[in-house]
């Protein structure tokens, strides 16, 4: 299969953060010796597309080099040595996430909740139950790759948690299904809790205690921006038969509309080229960039008008408006009502529901 054949089938496609991972992981290939030629044959993929990252990549891409490292390398955990050396932002728009969240559980609900973003065949749970609340992981690649993926995505849990929300004690425990590749002392040495090989499942097992504690943040409006967002993206990676040039488009626009940028020459200039260019590609594409972009002040709009706490006017500032009328004309012009109006729906539904 070639990249051709491989970019045309939509079940291989992934969110861009695993293409961040991909690169990151054949950058620590080609500094452990390994030639970027010997890396793109095990992957899969031309050099070039190692290098530039693209928007999506094959599922198992990152598998494949960490399992020709592995080959190389059998004595050592280079799943775990890998992931400690790549950069927390491969999550993308995912890494802001650990420094608004207020506690622990928030936190890894958002990652259950996002985890298409990360990979659309991962399956990421988080249990509350006997031995202990735990994250669980399990992805297809596994069983073919020897586990050495589920490897870097504990580890990359493990940086998240310790790292990220600055909780090194919340861990207890972390399991894994398959057999180590390498001497247990390594895998303690790195994770510094008790590792277990032949568990029942792959998990990062908590101290229910910790799950609640406060996290340093910076939460609010921003977080629920960041949550509108992120929502956008995880409907757009989910939609089936929508063409992939749209699909980039829209994710573009979301990525812009967490910066609170709404205008077309913003968008052209993420997308890497002229605003006529894009315009005769949203044209071909039967759409227009200015009903692209509304669709995602709309979309947005309605994630944030479901937060009661949020103020129509902290509301309007989010998605760029000057002043709350003009914001309230907009949301009419969307969806037929006013900003309260709609707000009042939601909350009457919700008591419907809950009754």
């Not at 626009?253 to 005769?280: F, H, I, K, P, V």
Request: charged share 25%; hydrophobic share 45%; with cysteine.
């Amino acid at each position: 299969m070639d990249d051709k054949d491989r970019a045309d089938d939509a079940n291989l496609h992934v969110p861009s953060m695993l293409a961040n991972l991909m690169t990151a992981a054949a950058a620590y290939a080609v500094q452990r010796g390994v030639s970027l030629e010997q890396i793109a044959e095990a992957a899969g993929l031309a050099p070039k597309t190692l290098i530039a990252a693209p928007e999506r990549v094959p599922e198992d891409a990152v598998s494949r080099i960490l399992n020709l490292l592995q080959q190389r390398f059998p004595d050592e955990a280079v799943a775990v040595e890998m992931a400690a050396a790549a950069p927390l932002h491969f999550l993308g728009p995912l890494a802001p996430l650990v420094r608004l969240a207020p506690n622990l559980r928030a936190g890894l609900e958002m990652f259950v909740h996002f985890r298409s973003l990360l990979s659309t065949r991962a399956v990421l749970e988080l249990v509350e139950a006997p031995p202990g609340p735990m994250l669980r992981l399990e992805h297809p690649n596994d069983l073919e790759f020897g586990g050495v993926s589920t490897e870097m995505g504990i580890a990359m849990g493990v940086r998240v948690v310790a790292e990220g929300f600055c909780l090194p004690n919340a861990l207890r425990e972390v399991w894994f299904e398959h057999l180590p590749t390498a001497p247990l002392g390594r895998y303690t040495e790195a994770f510094c809790v008790p590792v277990r090989f032949r568990a029942p499942c792959n998990a990062l097992l908590f101290h229910a205690e910790r799950l609640d504690d406060p996290v340093d943040t910076v939460a609010g409006a921003q977080l629920r921006v960041l949550r509108a967002h992120l929502e956008l993206v995880r409907q757009q990676l989910e939609q089936q038969g929508e063409p992939a040039e749209l699909r980039r488009i829209r994710d573009a626009a979301a990525q812009n509309a967490a910066r609170r940028e709404y205008g077309a020459a913003a968008l052209a200039r993420r997308l890497g080229m002229s605003l006529r260019t894009l315009q005769r590609r949203v044209d071909a594409l039967g759409t227009s960039v200015r009903s692209l972009i509304d669709e995602v002040r709309a979309a947005t709009a309605r994630q944030l008008i479901s937060d009661p706490d949020l103020t129509l006017l902290e509301v309007a500032d989010a998605l760029g408006y000057t002043t709350e009328s003009a914001f309230r004309r907009a949301f009419r012009r969307w969806t037929g009502h006013s900003p309260a109006h709609y707000r009042r729906s939601l909350a009457a539904r919700h008591e419907s529901s809950s009754g």
